[in-house]
């Protein structure tokens, strides 16, 4: 049985190393086994191989938020106020601070944390930063197998942040139930967003510091650009809400529409195909990672070399060397 | 020994369809045979496979120079002036004319063709448009191969003019020895251009349509932006040239800069190392497609789709999933 709360963090206690002892104390509750289990999935390696196993297992049905846009739109701020709202209302809530671009956990992460602080004593609040720290697919992949670990340990709901605006940052946010877009009054921003093509997975669009001049035009301007979109009479049409992070202003608002959204999609089982849509893809990316992992592996050595230098004698063309090179395993 | 100009296009005459013997042909100097091993390479398959291992063994050295930017730049233009440059030097010249977001030949290449048609009667030069018809390695690994056996039938200058810029096409043209960026006046282009990541290949800028309104400032935009990028000292600095497509004007100032950054590349050695470098990662990119290929036929049929239900149905992890299915190649 999941525990209701984690423990305070104590590194001074001796904990297991193993993953499946870690995993039954991260699920009783102990704060230190689950982030020990985190940086065993960021490393990859057996490791992570073993939490991957043992997640899959226990998985349940935590709902996934995520939370993506701009740098400088305000997601931490509302990420903060968003888990204000879920203590309210009593439920247990884990964050996981996504970084493309940040090979190691530092720098704006760190900065958003402190934002975050005021729930740090919270026992009800689980914040995690997350890097690529030589997990083989990367960190959607990564993000992905630790969104399915939260699940498993028990905890109900997770919001996923990620940092930046690009292929990643999109392929990131693809793992949430509801994706929630985060924008500014000013269209910059937008079309910042609209470039790697976070407008069309929002389920939910908020533009955030709405107290700023230019909001109703921006509103506007999201308004117009659904209407292009042609989207289906029973489909869910995403949801514009107008927030100021760093007052709490339309927190609940945002909540709300995050639920709506979490709703429709039950009622009308698309939340059901995403997820398996989710883990469809998932599986086909592992694939084609490990793949290329091989590849890597294969184009070095002596061999490699030899065969490069036949090439490059002109003695012989790429294809036949190719041909040579997966000989073995194709 | 390579004929030192092209047949007529001759459609009635009987000729033959393997590999072998369209390629004496066509170093002969027959159009149509040509024009054969070209949709061999183009539609991928044993055929291609054929053609690639007879032009490795009879490449040359023929100059390749690449021609890209934003679509309405000039570029078709700007390469008929080219041709005729070559022409005057009693050089013979053949020009392929890629086009990354068409499946098939037409459209826009056609206008294009058109544009070259002053040409078409010429026997010194081969026009082509080229097409992915199903080539595995996709348009560029076919590109890469039609310029190996334009050379190994003896073309000894060779033109690929790409549509568009996207990152295929930055792809394509980095398989030309000089690289020819096409902007207008009016930093929009150039900006567009740059997203792509055209401006850092270029070896030679073009400011065509340069009787137009704002080509000193183009011209002092790209100034600044070299100023900026930080070349080595003995390294090649590319060059920029302004030219009227249309009149011809500039065209000789072209192929004078080409030819310089030709004889600078030559001399410092960064000529043979370019080639030898793109060889390389032809090569790679020849064992990625292939594993990607194979990927895609495992991720298919009765034993695929068991294993996504049992994922599906949470009694396993995805990784252990890709573990069974790549347990016969890995």
Redesign the interface.
């Known amino acids: 049985m999941a525990s209701p709360k984690w423990s305070p963090s104590d590194a001074m206690t001796r904990r297991p190393t193993n993953p499946d002892d870690l995993f039954v104390a991260a699920r009783g509750g102990d704060r230190a086994s689950l982030a020990r289990l985190l940086s065993y999935v960021e490393r990859g390696g057996d490791e992570a ?1 073993a939490v ?2 043992i ?3 226990h ?1 349940g049905s935590a709902y996934v938020v995520g939370i993506t846009g701009a740098p400088g739109a305000g997601k931490s701020t509302l990420t903060s106020a968003l888990i204000g709202s879920l203590r309210r209302q009593g439920v247990r809530v884990a964050v996981l601070a996504i970084d493309p671009s940040s090979p190691f956990t530092g720098g704006a992460i760190l900065g958003d944390r402190v934002r975050m602080q005021s729930h740090a004593t919270d026992a009800g609040v689980f914040i995690r930063s997350m890097a690529t720290r030589g997990h083989l697919g990367g960190l959607s992949l990564a993000t992905s197998e630790a969104v ?1 670990l939260l699940d498993a340990v028990g905890s109900p709901c997770t919001l996923v942040e990620t940092v930046g605006v690009g292929q990643v940052e999109v392929e990131i946010a693809r793992n949430a139930d509801t994706i929630v877009v985060v924008v500014n009054p000013g269209w910059g921003d937008s079309v910042q967003a609209n470039k790697a093509g976070l407008l069309e997975i929002a389920d939910v669009f908020v533009i955030n510091k709405a107290d700023r001049p230019g909001v109703d035009q921006t509103q506007r301007d999201l308004e117009q650009m659904l209407e292009l979109s042609e989207i289906a009479t029973d489909a869910w049409r995403p949801k514009i809400v107008r927030t100021v992070g760093t007052t709490g202003e339309g927190a609940e608002g945002l909540w709300q529409a995050i639920s709506a959204h979490r709703e429709h999609a039950t009622r009308d089982g698309s939340l059901a195909k995403r997820r ?1 849509q989710r ?2 893809n ?3 990316a ?3 990672r ?3 992992h ?2 890597r592996e ?2 070095t050595g002596e061999r490699w070399d030899a ?2 230098n036949e ?2 004698a ?9 041909d040579e ?2 000989a073995g ?2």
């Open positions: 191989r991957a196993r997640a899959a297992l998985v399915r398996e883990l469809r998932e599986l086909r592992i694939i084609e490990r793949l290329e091989r590849a294969i184009c065969i490069q090439m490059l002109r003695s012989r063309d790429p294809w036949s060397c190719a090179m997966l395993i194709l």
